[in-house]
């Protein structure tokens, strides 16, 4: 039996993103790279999943900078890191988000594009 906590509709998403650390989760040993890149996932209005070659620590404040195909500006969600999974020995790593900080305008906009891709 399932126990899903999603509240949000995902959608299956491919967009580059980029993402600026903003403070490191609370009693990490790792400090990940201050700025980096990834490609998403997967796509909430509560957060996204994205593929990234550096392992970023759970509890981990991000500035995230998203660019969709049909959004005319940058949206720049913050969020945290909530979970984080290793693949192929450290090859890449699936980061989950939640959003913490989202302008209203831009949850609409991607409460929009959520409708109109996901069918």
Do not use: C, W
Request: hydrophobic letters at 35%; zero cysteines.
């Amino acid at each position: 039996m399932s126990h899903e906590k999603r509240i949000y509709k995902r959608i299956n998403e491919k967009v580059q993103l980029s993402y600026r650390v903003i403070q490191v989760g609370a009693g990490q040993l790792y400090i990940p790279k201050d700025r980096g890149e990834g490609e998403s996932q997967d796509l909430s209005e509560g957060g996204l999943l994205f593929k990234t070659t550096e392992p970023i620590p759970l509890g981990t404040r991000l500035e995230v900078e998203l660019r969709f195909p049909d959004v005319k500006y940058i949206l720049y969600p913050k969020a945290k890191v909530v979970r984080l999974e290793e693949f192929n020995d450290g090859e890449f790593y699936e980061v989950g988000l939640e959003f913490n900080q989202l302008f209203e305008n831009d949850k609409e906009l991607i409460i929009e594009h959520i409708q109109k891709y996901g069918g």
